[in-house]
Structure formats: structure tokens, C-alpha cells
């Protein structure tokens, strides 16, 4: 590497943007005090969003909306809506202000010299966060490559591997139907059987789901797709258990650890795991459109990116094809991915102890307010709690499926967002048949948001 860019990476991973900006002497451009952001809104959504403005002053000013619960005092680093009690981090994140401010610096810098920033400068900025996120995962920043969500990441896997007809592919059934999506399209493309394996839900514990998914593998089984956390129930699957006993039996193992950064421990190289993508944009609070994939050294050469561009063909020096096929995808906007290592750095240093008491607090927070819904709702917790990480499912008491198909808002998630301001999943999953709610908690979460949930929830339930 040129050593300019060792120099600027060695500055950039003690103190991020700002001392690169003054060690080329550069400084971001004034904004001009007239400078008003350019929000270009459609008619439909404007109304939209007058509707949804008018609607929280409405409830407000005739004390219909319970009294809102309290946010948590680290909340005000997020510039969350005051009106909604945010309960949903699981979906797509929130990055704090900070974190918004950080990728616009980037996105400003990108664009006051974009030749010098993208022929010079971008692959040394993508190294710093390769190598900022290989400090938190234990691996090597040489086996991973920086993509913008878990969905491309399952999809870079799937699409790359060559299958022979005849081979099976596993995947439990409370895979995230994005990905088990992709699993179909490719088995049906190759002549390759998808073995799906049934997960009970509610579930007594890890090891039932470890001989589940284990009886479904035979000597035909390739891959399989195994969640760190499940979307649509929430469990912490034992994923190191499972990739150890897949892994070992021969069977190349796909991490779906979209719920994996930030929420639970990953150490790659002892893992071993085959190939992992994990959303940086959910519990990293990373900004949107930032993940990693990491493939395992042994099997680099089989995957591609979706997008193939000039590093197919450009000489190996003292690189790999893996490394210049995924260092340069074509021309985009890579300011979220710019900005993870200010976000670790960021998000560690706001929770005393770091990222092992961040995931706890999240953890301790989500099981208190589980009990809750439990109590208030008389529901059984329908798994242990060492299959609960940072997001817990709940089957509501009204019993069986709603019967609303996944992409239909269901009825009851509108009630929640529109009558009370909650910002909460319901959904009805086919397998396990039932309907759902699924909270999230985060540093900014308090757990009298869960009770406000709770009593919204039995009032409109009639419990
Ligand atoms: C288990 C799982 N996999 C994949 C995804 C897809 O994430 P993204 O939309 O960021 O690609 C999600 C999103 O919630 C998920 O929960």
C-alpha cells in the first residue's frame, strides 16, 4: 500500500475524520447561514405526513393518547420522533445524531474532490473500516468485504455457489423470507432441494433447536442458513454449536447474522463459520446501507460480488481477486460504510464497560419488558432467556394466525402506530402458524415503554 495512505490509515484509526482533514491541510466547506435543506416531497406524501403530524396533536390535545412513557436519559442522542415510542430497533436501526453528522462529513468530503476521494483515497477508508470492524469480530480484515445490507450478503453467497441437482440446501423455517427467498430461487436454478426444518415456537430451549436442525441434515445437505437471531420469533440460536457440528459433518454453514454486530459476541476466525454477513445499519447503529461479509480464506475464491467491475480483471500485485473484486463495486456512495469505525468508537465509549454492557443492558432490558407483556397479557414466555438477546417475541393471546399474508400491514400494528404512537411489529407467520408481536430494546428504550405497550395492547386486546 502507498505509504501516504499507511500514514492517513494510522491517523484515521486513533481519531476517524477530522485529523485526516487537517493533515492534508483540507477543511469542509462553509455551509452558508441561508442554507436551507432541499426536501423535495411528493403531494401524497406531504399530506401523509401533515395527516400523521395533525393525527399525534389531535390525540394530544384531547387526552385521548395515554400519557407518553419516558424515553431513557441516553435517548437524546438520537433524534428519535417524540411522538412515537420507538420499539422497533430490530427493523432498521437508528443511528445517533452524531453518527448522521459523521457520514454527512463524509458524504461533504466525497463530494468536494470526488476523483481524489475515490481513485485515492476510498480503498484506504475502506481498509480503516475493515480493519475496525476485524478488531470487534476477531478475524482478519482481509476476509471481509463491506456491502450494504444482510440481504446482498446472503444473496453474494447463494449466487456465487455452484450447486449439482440433487443437492439440499437447509434452512429452518423461521429464516427472514428475504433470504429464504434467495435460497429458493437458486435451489430451483440448479435442480438443488431446499430441506426446510421445523423450529417450535414457543420453545423449550437451545438444544431443541440444535437436534432439529441437525436430524435435518443428510449426506446430500451442502449448505445451510442458520440466523444468529431469528427475525420473525427472536431467538438466539446456538449458532457457535451449530456451526462447530455443520461445520465439522462437512456442511458449509451461511450465517445470517443480520442480528449479529452490536447484539451478540462474534469472534469469525474461532467461529470458523463458512461465510457471515452481518448488518452494521441494525445494533452497530451504524448509518443505513452498511454491513460486512466475511468469507472464510479456504473458500474466497468461489464467491464474486453481485456486481462484477474492474477488479476481475485488474493485476493481483500483492493482493487477492476477493479482495479487489469486493474493494470496488462500481461507483456509490460509501459514507455509511466510511463511518463505522466512528461508530464503534462512538457507541462504546456512551455505556461504561462498552460493547459487552451495551449488549447487556439491551439484553437485561428486553427481558424486563417481556415480563411485563407476559404478565399483563397472561402469556407464558415462550422461551428461555438465554435465547433472547436484544428483541423478544410474544404469540398474542387471541390465538392461531391472524391470517394477514406478511407483506399486508396487519390491523392490529396500525391500531398501535396510529391510536397510541407505537412504533412496534405485529405480524402473522405460517410457520410456526401464529400471530405476533416482536419489541426491541435499545440504549434509548425505558421500561415504562413497555408497560405504556402492555396496557395499549390489553385495552385493544379486551384483556
Ligand atoms: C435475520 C435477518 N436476515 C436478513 C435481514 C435483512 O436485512 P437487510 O434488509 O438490512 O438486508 C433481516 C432484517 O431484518 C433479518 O432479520
Redesign the pocket.
Known amino acids: 500500500m502507498h505509504s501516504l495512505h499507511r500514514a492517513l490509515l494510522d491517523i484515521l484509526r486513533q481519531n476517524c475524520l477530522h485529523p485526516y482533514l487537517s493533515y492534508f491541510g483540507l477543511k469542509f466547506p462553509e455551509i452558508p447561514p441561508t442554507y436551507q435543506p432541499v426536501v423535495i416531497f411528493d403531494e401524497a406524501i406531504k399530506t401523509d405526513f401533515k395527516t400523521h403530524k395533525s393525527r399525534i396533536d389531535v390525540l394530544h390535545g384531547q387526552g385521548e393518547r395515554m400519557d407518553s412513557p419516558p424515553r431513557s436519559s441516553l435517548a437524546k442522542f438520537w433524534g428519535l420522533d417524540p411522538t412515537c415510542v420507538f420499539l422497533n430497533h430490530?427493523?432498521?436501526g437508528a443511528a445517533p445524531f452524531a453518527i448522521r453528522e459523521e457520514q454527512r462529513k463524509w458524504q461533504d468530503l466525497l463530494e468536494e474532490e470526488p476523483v481524489r476521494f475515490y481513485e485515492d483515497l476510498a480503498m484506504g477508508f475502506m481498509e480503516n473500516s475493515r480493519k475496525a470492524l476485524a478488531e470487534m469480530l476477531h478475524c482478519d480484515a482481509e476476509d471481509l468485504a463491506i456491502i450494504e445490507?444482510?440481504?446482498?450478503g446472503?444473496n453474494t453467497i447463494l449466487r456465487s455457489l455452484v450447486f449439482k441437482e440433487g443437492d439440499e440446501i437447509l434452512v429452518p423455517d423461521h429464516?427472514?423470507q428475504?433470504?429464504r427467498n434467495t435460497v429458493d430461487f437458486v435451489a430451483e436454478r440448479w435442480g438443488a432441494k431446499v430441506v426446510t426444518v421445523e423450529i417450535p415456537f414457543p420453545i423449550e430451549g437451545p438444544q431443541v433447536a440444535l437436534e432439529a436442525i441437525m436430524a435435518g441434515v443428510s449426506d446430500r445437505t451442502v449448505l445451510a442458513m442458520i440466523?444468529t437471531?431469528?427475525?420473525p420469533t427472536g431467538l438466539l440460536m446456538p449458532f457457535e454449536e451449530l456451526v462447530h457440528q455443520l461445520e465439522s459433518k462437512g456442511v458449509a454453514v451461511m450465517l445470517?447474522a443480520?442480528?449479529g454486530i452490536g447484539m451478540v459476541p462474534l469472534s469469525l476466525d474461532e467461529l470458523g463459520t463458512s461465510y457471515t454477513t452481518s448488518?452494521c445499519?441494525?445494533w452497530l447503529c451504524a448509518p443505513k446501507g452498511s454491513?460486512f461479509l466475511h468469507v472464510r480464506k479456504d473458500l474466497q475464491h468461489l464467491i464474486h460480488p453481485l456486481t462484477i467491475s474492474h477488479g476481475m480483471s485488474f493485476p493481483l500485485g500483492d493482493t487477492t481477486r476477493f479482495r479487489h473484486e469486493f474493494d470496488w463495486t462500481g461507483t456509490r456512495d460509501i459514507s455509511a460504510a466510511c463511518s463505522i469505525p466512528a461508530t464503534i468508537e462512538y457507541m462504546e465509549n456512551m455505556v461504561e464497560g462498552g460493547w459487552p454492557a451495551i449488549m447487556k443492558q439491551n439484553h437485561d432490558l428486553v427481558i424486563e419488558g417481556r415480563r411485563i407483556l407476559c404478565e399483563r397479557l397472561g402469556i407464558e414466555v415462550p422461551c428461555p432467556e438465554d435465547m433472547i438477546a436484544c428483541i423478544a417475541t410474544l404469540p398474542l393471546p387471541d390465538g392461531g394466525s391472524g391470517g394477514i399474508p406478511l407483506h399486508e400491514p396487519d390491523p392490529l400494528h396500525k391500531v398501535l402506530q396510529d391510536k397510541y404512537g407505537i412504533q412496534v411489529p405485529v405480524w402473522s407467520w405460517e410457520s410456526p402458524k401464529g400471530r405476533y408481536i416482536r419489541i426491541s430494546a435499545q440504549l434509548y428504550n425505558h421500561v415504562d415503554e413497555y408497560h405504556y405497550l402492555a396496557d395499549a395492547l390489553a385495552s385493544e386486546l379486551n384483556l
Open positions: 430490530g427493523s432498521f445490507n444482510a440481504t446482498t446472503v429464516a427472514y428475504a433470504c440466523d437471531v431469528t427475525s445470517d443480520a442480528h448488518n445499519h441494525k454491513a
